[in-house]
């Protein structure tokens, strides 16, 4: 059997060390494919594959077509729409995601993008403190659970809102548990995104839900893109001079973000939310002990197709 790493943002050395140990333990073989810069390569490196690890590479359905001997795929990380599950599933290949490898680091980010906030990004002024001020967390899974865990640290009033989760899971946690995304927003100074980019939650997050927002609002996205209605967004900063948005995933109007809103908006350079030594190294071993249980012993426990 053999098993691809395919990354163009690689791995750490460290990681791929591990990924190897696991890897050869189970008398496989490992192939590297780094820093990539054409599609023909990765189509050429997959024709032998029976499993790939990859992190935010697209694997569409050419990329099935080409590997005739794939059985898996793992994303490793939380989100996976970088991956055609349709494809997938036709091509009867199995593919998982590796949640919690990076939840503490996604959450130490939303946490730390709130202080550089409500630091006025660290420009000199004097800003305002989180201790005392209500936190909303919009879908409470993994990384919701670790930036909850995190912001009571620093003695924040904490609400979730997860639609796929009971009132009751949330109060056990010592959480409080609002029963809408209205509501979330409407008691919330603080929001923090933890949602996928679904058919249902694109688009989702606009005018209506932002403009409820508590004067001094500030809305952290780590989550992704697509969850954003970018013209409601807009809409609200225009409208809103306390209409603060921070985020790990740069929009399509960063441009004019940036030109008419730059007190006001920040964004990473780069999507930068699991990029730690850790969760590195936690998200590619990981996959590869996945994708060894799966080939040795039919394990699926986190497929997603």
Known sequence: MKILI???????????????????EASYELALLEK????????????????????????????????????????????????????????????MNTPGQNANAVAELALGLMVYGVR???????????KGKRLGIHAYGNVGRNVARIARGFGMEIAAFDPYLSAEAIVNEGIEAVSSSEELYKT????????PATAETKNSIGFNLLSLMPKGA???????????????????????S???????????????LTERFAARYFSTPKKMGAQTAEANINAGIAAAKQIVGFLKDGIDRFKVN
């Open 6 to 24: 395919a990354t163009d943002k690689p791995f750490a050395a460290i990681a791929v060390n591990g990924i190897r140990k696991v890897t050869e």
């Open 36 to 95: 990539y810069t054409e599609k023909s390569q990765l189509l050429e490196a997959v024709a032998d594959a029976d499993a790939i690890i990859v992190r935010s590479d697209i694997v569409d359905n050419e990329v099935f077509d080409a590997a005739k001997q794939l059985k898996i795929v793992v994303r490793a990380g939380a989100g996976y729409d970088n991956i055609d599950l349709t494809a997938a599933t036709e091509h009867n290949v199995c593919v």
């Open 120 to 130: 006025n990004f660290y420009n000199g002024t004097s800003g305002t403190e989180l």
């Open 188 to 195: 919330c100074q603080f929001v923090s995104l933890h949602i």
């Open 218 to 240: 500030m809305l952290i996205n780590t989550a992704r893109k697509e969850v954003i209605d970018e013209a409601g967004l807009l809409r609200v900063m225009e409208e809103r």
């Open 242 to 256: 306390d209409f603060r948005y921070l985020t790990d995933v740069t929009p399509s109007i960063h441009s004019e």
